[in-house]
């Protein structure tokens, strides 16, 4: 049996304020490289699927290794690959959702006509009608909760076919 440790180090502001300062300042750097990369590759740019070219650009750029830029690459093109798979991971779920609301709205309609009918020529007492009400708005909820499903496989359907994903880094704008 393998044991895994974990190391946790605290950096105090008193003794390691040079360290503290360097890590504040490269996480800046590192988050504007990484909306930098992700533009090319939400756009499809050619760039994207040339790595080499991809990496010089981001070291002439912003002035950082190779290392650095290969890693920021590879981060964000893993990101990438893993919001499409959640999208078609996301429209499949749907699909199966829609599938039980129908079954569910056509064992509701049923129940309805029924209901309706009867409530049509009084024969509804009032434990029965109160019951029919009950249904008719459920039944209306359930259909809008179809539709609402039905444009948001739309709206992935599209993402997915056009390859843009909408993605927010903490900011108020979407890239």
Not at 53 to 67: A, Y
Not at 93 to 115: G, Y
Not at 143 to 167: G, P, T, Y
Request: net charge positive; proline share 1%.
């Amino acid at each position: 049996m393998q044991q895994l440790y974990t190391y946790e180090t605290e950096l105090k502001p008193k003794y390691n304020q040079e360290i503290i300062d360097y890590f504040n300042n490269y996480t800046i750097l590192f988050n504007k490289i990484v909306r930098n990369v992700w533009q090319y590759y939400n756009h499809q740019d050619p760039l994207s699927s040339q790595r080499s070219k991809l990496n010089t650009l981001i070291q002439n750029q912003f002035g950082v290794s190779q290392r650095t830029a290969n890693s920021i690459i590879l981060y964000v093109s893993g990101k990438y690959n893993a919001l499409r798979a959640l999208k078609k991971y996301e429209l499949k779920r749907n699909s199966s959702k829609i599938e039980k609301l129908d079954d569910l709205i056509s064992e509701l309609a049923l129940k309805l006509d029924v209901m309706a009918m009867k409530a049509h020529h009084n024969q509804l007492n009032e434990k029965k009608l109160t019951k029919y009400r009950r249904l008719k708005k459920k039944f209306v909820a359930i259909k809008k909760a179809k539709d609402r499903l039905l444009k948001e496989n739309i709206r992935v359907q599209k993402q997915l076919n056009d390859k843009h994903f909408s993605l927010c880094f903490g900011s108020k704008a979407l890239f």
